[in-house]
């Protein structure tokens, strides 16, 4: 079982930088890869950054590659989402998800379904 839990969350202005953090427990954390989804109140969850195990390849939702950028830490096991020029239209509730299967590439990135393991998530709240 791997416990996954996110950090970072708040309220910010439009324009402003945001970092959220998310540790991974339970299993080796550089044999896992990583992903950030999100979700705004009446829409789907939608992927935003994917990274994998070695950190060696990584996966951008395309309206969202220009300003945010995905990086983990093994030695901390922690995966880092940085977020720049944040928009109204980017506040949601952020997710991080964690996959032991070795297989996820960077385009399966995106698929919801290839992760195990989900956080609580962590609220990111963009005002204008």
């Known amino acids: 079982q791997v416990h996954v839990v996110e950090s970072g969350g708040g309220l910010v202005q439009a324009g402003d930088s945001l970092r959220l953090s998310c540790s991974a427990s339970?299993?080796?954390?550089?044999?896992?890869?990583m992903g950030w989804f999100r979700q705004a109140p009446g829409k789907e969850r939608e992927f935003v950054a994917g990274i994998n195990w070695g950190g060696t390849a990584t996966h951008y939702a395309d309206s969202l590659k220009d300003r945010f950028t995905i990086s983990r830490d093994n030695t901390k096991s922690t995966v880092y989402l940085q977020m720049n020029r944040l928009k109204p239209e980017d506040s949601a509730i952020y997710y991080c998800a964690a996959d032991e299967s070795r297989t996820i590439t960077p385009i399966t990135m995106a698929s919801a379904g290839e992760y195990e393991y989900w956080g609580q998530g962590t609220q990111v709240t963009v005002s204008s």
């Open positions: 339970g299993r080796t954390f550089s044999s896992l890869a």
